[in-house]
């Protein structure tokens, strides 16, 4: 029989794993959330495996508090945007409706988005979200087959000392 002692040391360990404490090499840490932009394109598909590859996912932004830290990242690193860049949310499994990838944010972009006007295209051909540089960082769909860059992200756990 398995003791519990073992069983909460292994919730502790997974919980912490899915949340590290401090960025992976490469990424720069924005409050509790660290980002890197890949400067090489690919499609969607690929953009995803590469993330995973650099520990992250494809950045996902539910609320205007996101939408603002990922501008402000972005805005540093403006000069290496060359393309519209990729965010993690499709509506491959449902023509518009679109969900992120990551299952912990599956519907929020129903409570909360910011297309381009005249966004996001309701049509079989536009299936994945991406920011847009000449649309103030606004979002588009576009063809997942396009090649644009990668913004990964990952979310940091920051214990708070109380004291």
């Given at each position: 029989m398995i003791s519990w002692s073992i069983i909460i040391v292994s919730v502790l360990v997974l919980v912490a794993s899915e949340h590290p404490t401090t960025c992976p090499p490469g990424y720069r840490q924005l409050d509790d959330h660290c980002f890197l932009l890949m400067t090489e394109t690919m499609t969607f598909f690929d953009a995803?495996?590469?993330?995973?590859?650099?520990d992250g996912k494809?950045?996902?932004?539910?609320?205007?508090?996101?939408?603002?830290?990922?501008?402000n990242y972005l805005n540093t690193v403006k000069s290496s945007v060359s393309t519209n860049i990729w965010l993690?949310?499709?509506d491959l499994q449902q023509e518009g409706t679109w969900r992120y990838l990551s299952h912990d944010n599956e519907?929020?972009?129903?409570?909360?988005?910011?297309?381009?006007?005249?966004?996001?295209?309701?049509?079989?051909?536009?299936?994945?979200?991406?920011?847009?540089?000449?649309?103030?960082?606004?979002?588009?769909?576009?063809?997942?087959?396009?090649?644009?860059?990668v913004l990964c992200e990952v979310t940091l756990?920051?214990?708070?000392?109380?004291g």
């Open positions: 995803t495996v590469a993330c995973d590859v650099v494809l950045v996902e932004i539910v609320s205007p508090e996101d939408q603002s830290r990922v501008e993690g949310a499709t519907d929020a972009i129903s409570t909360w988005s910011h297309w381009a006007p005249s966004y996001p295209r309701v049509d079989r051909s536009s299936n994945c979200a991406a920011i847009s540089l000449p649309n103030g960082w606004r979002w588009q769909s576009s063809s997942c087959s396009y090649h644009q860059q756990r920051l214990d708070k000392v109380v």
